[in-house]
Each structure stands twice: as structure tokens, then as C-alpha cells.
């Protein structure tokens, strides 16, 4: 057997490792996604004024395990573990808006942002 073995080592990149892995950056992910927005701008006054935007987003991300320390259960075909992504958000709400400040603070702007995202159950 070592016989066998030394005889292979001069045909290794690098003999001095016994098992050489090869990782490769292979893979496939697939999204969907709807989106739909509202947008709101009131008539501005003199020093103020307000917008706002909601949105949301129903969306189905998959891939096939594209993370470069897994192996496939069968070597090589990354297709068959296409499932659903780590990743993956169903449902995603964001509510933002715009405060233009009257008064002594005139010129200023305040622009929250809110969001909020759901992974459903598998």
C-alpha cells in the first residue's frame, strides 16, 4: 500500500499534502418578488411640510446551497439542493416619510424609516 501511495505522490501538485479539496465559487439562486408602493406628498405650507411612502414586498428567494464549505449529497450536483435560501424574506413592510420643520428649527429635515420583515414557517 505505501508502495502504492509513494509512487502516486510524485504525480501530486504538492506531495507533501495527502488530500488536496478544491472549492469552487458554483452556484445558482432564483428570486421573485412583487412590490407595491404608495407615495403620499401634502401641499406644503410655509415651513412645513410632509411626505410619505409605504411599501411592500411578497418575495420567494431559493438557491442551491451556494456556500463554499457544503458539499452537494451527490458530489457535484448542486441542482437537486436547490431549496430555500437562508436568506429568504416572504414579507417585507417599510413605512418612511419626510418632516420639513417649521419655526426656529426651519430648514431641517426628519426622514424616519421603518421596516419590518417576516420569514414564514417553512
Known amino acids: 500500500m505505501e508502495v502504492a501511495l509513494a509512487a502516486l505522490n510524485s504525480l501530486r501538485p504538492d506531495p507533501t499534502r495527502s488530500e488536496v479539496e478544491q ?45 463554499n464549505t457544503s458539499d452537494a449529497l451527490i458530489p457535484g450536483d448542486f441542482a437537486g439542493e436547490r431549496s430555500r435560501s437562508l436568506l429568504d424574506r416572504r414579507h417585507r413592510f417599510v413605512f418612511s416619510g419626510t418632516f420639513d420643520t417649521p419655526g426656529f428649527s426651519a430648514g431641517c429635515r426628519l426622514s424616519p424609516i421603518i421596516a419590518y420583515q417576516l420569514r414564514s414557517a417553512l
Open 23 to 67: 472549492l469552487i465559487a458554483s452556484g445558482d439562486s432564483f428570486y421573485k418578488g412583487l412590490t407595491l408602493e404608495l407615495r403620499k406628498r401634502f401641499k406644503q405650507t410655509k415651513s412645513f411640510g410632509l411626505s410619505f411612502r409605504a411599501g411592500y414586498t411578497y418575495s420567494r428567494l431559493t438557491d442551491d446551497g451556494i456556500v
